[in-house]
């Protein structure tokens, strides 16, 4: 008589391999799961805690190149402009609520820790003028 073998239809289809092939990918997705998790919970005394929402102290190099001074006497601002040498920080920008060319200079010199004679020696003016149109009928 006739006696059914597992391993002949097994070995007839294929099955031998493609049977354990669900457990290995399981078998590597548990592994993979758990050493990733150990990874990102993993912390070195809080070396690498993330900062949020504190602003950075900006100290500009004493190199600076240029500055702009735009003032608008209208509003009563002067929007100022610093170019410095430095790699990280190209460009500074300032906002002061001051249109007397000396004042201005005082205030920049206070920003970028420099003597007023050496912010006088940088700076470069431009006035913005709002003409005022008169509208006669």
């Given at each position: 008589?006739?006696?059914?073998?597992?391993d002949r239809v097994f070995a007839?289809?294929?099955?031998?391999?493609?049977?354990?092939?669900?457990?290995?990918?399981?078998?590597?997705?548990?592994?993979?799961?758990?050493?990733?998790?150990?990874?990102?919970?993993?912390?070195?005394?809080?070396?690498?805690?993330?900062?949020?929402?504190?602003?950075?102290?900006?100290?500009?190099?004493?190199?600076?190149?240029?500055?702009?001074?735009?003032?608008?006497?209208?509003?009563?601002?002067?929007?100022?402009?610093?170019?410095?040498?430095?790699?990280?920080?190209?460009?500074?920008?300032?906002?002061?609520?001051?249109?007397?060319?000396?004042?201005?200079?005082?205030?920049?010199?206070?920003?970028?820790?420099?003597?007023?004679?050496?912010?006088?020696?940088?700076?470069?003016?431009?006035?913005?003028?709002?003409?005022?149109?008169?509208?006669?009928?």
């Amino acid at each position: 008589m006739y006696q059914f073998r597992a391993d002949r239809v097994f070995a007839f289809l294929g099955l031998k391999f493609w049977l354990p092939l669900p457990l290995l990918g399981l078998l590597f997705w548990i592994a993979g799961k758990t050493a990733m998790t150990c990874i990102i919970e993993s912390t070195r005394d809080g070396e690498y805690k993330i900062k949020a929402n504190m602003q950075r102290e900006v100290k500009p190099s004493k190199k600076v190149l240029s500055i702009q001074v735009k003032i608008d006497k209208n509003k009563g601002i002067s929007l100022v402009e610093v170019i410095t040498a430095d790699k990280d920080i190209k460009q500074l920008e300032y906002k002061f609520y001051l249109t007397h060319p000396r004042k201005i200079e005082a205030a920049i010199a206070k920003e970028l820790g420099l003597s007023p004679t050496q912010v006088r020696g940088l700076v470069r003016y431009k006035y913005q003028i709002h003409k005022i149109s008169q509208n006669r009928f």
